[in-house]
């Protein structure tokens, strides 16, 4: 099956600086790759997403890449903000449909 | 749109009981619907694939004889927590997949299981 491995586990910025986080996957066959925030005691929420025929995906302050040959995706936040510090999760699915591994998430910080 | 509600939020029961976890999509058909487990300060672990009108699909290691999935209709699943054990206390989170050519997935606030 396949495996989504995330780094950092955890990640303390200053406020205004930027956040990457990386994930790996190892089925080649992954085509959509979403990224969750999850705040405390609330359930995770879609907050971008990519799929496998785009390089990269812009919303605002948040992008994600993907790289389809290394088999490895990033989010970007920019400009961080307090209102920004959570769990983030990234995700793999292969095919329409069928299930989603989740990456072991990054624990993000943003420092006042 | 796209509102996925879990009931109940919290649960406390008696080690030996079972305790059923609804999820339903409140605007929007779901033919798949997913169950995954959340220990503290750790990821989702995806228990199983639950489609409308079939059996469900367990990953390896959940057994499906203690963990009953129905997905009855498009718009319910449940999780049969079954002879609970404390060691099946955790956060139990559903979600649902909209569409059929789009692969969004919604998530139910969860459950909180507690087994004494």
């Known amino acids: 099956g396949e495996n989504v491995e995330q780094h950092p586990s955890t990640l303390s910025v200053q406020e205004g600086d930027s956040a990457v986080i990386k994930c790996t996957y190892s089925?080649?066959?992954?085509?959509?790759f979403p990224w969750y925030k999850q705040e405390l005691g609330k359930r995770p929420q879609l907050i971008i997403d990519?799929?496998?025929?785009?390089g990269e995906k812009k919303d605002q302050r948040i992008a994600v890449t993907l790289n389809k040959t290394a088999k490895h995706f990033s989010l970007h936040i920019t400009e961080t903000q307090p209102e920004d510090s959570a769990v983030y999760f990234c995700?793999?699915?292969?095919?329409?449909?069928?299930?989603?591994?989740f990456g072991t998430g990054t624990s993000l910080t943003v420092i006042p | 749109g796209a509102v996925v509600s879990q009931h109940p939020s919290w649960v406390i029961c008696k080690s030996g009981t079972s305790v059923k976890i609804e999820c339903r999509s409140l605007?929007?058909?779901?033919?798949?619907m997913f169950w995954y487990r959340q220990f503290p300060k750790q990821s989702l672990m995806l228990m199983a694939t639950?489609?409308?009108?079939?059996?469900?699909?367990?990953e390896q290691g959940v057994e499906k004889d203690k963990f009953l999935i129905n997905h009855a209709s498009l718009t319910l699943s449940t999780l049969t927590v079954t002879s609970a054990h404390p060691e099946d206390s955790s956060f139990y989170i559903c979600?649902?997949?909209?569409?059929?050519?789009?692969?969004?997935?919604?998530f139910g606030p969860g459950t909180r299981l507690t087994v004494l």
């Open positions: 979600s649902a997949l909209r569409g059929s050519s789009y692969n969004e997935q919604f």
């Open positions: 089925d080649s066959a992954s085509n959509y």
């Open positions: 990519i799929r496998s025929n785009v």
């Open positions: 995700a793999a699915s292969i095919s329409f449909g069928n299930q989603f591994y």
């Open positions: 605007d929007f058909q779901a033919t798949t």
């Open positions: 639950s489609n409308e009108g079939s059996k469900a699909t367990y």
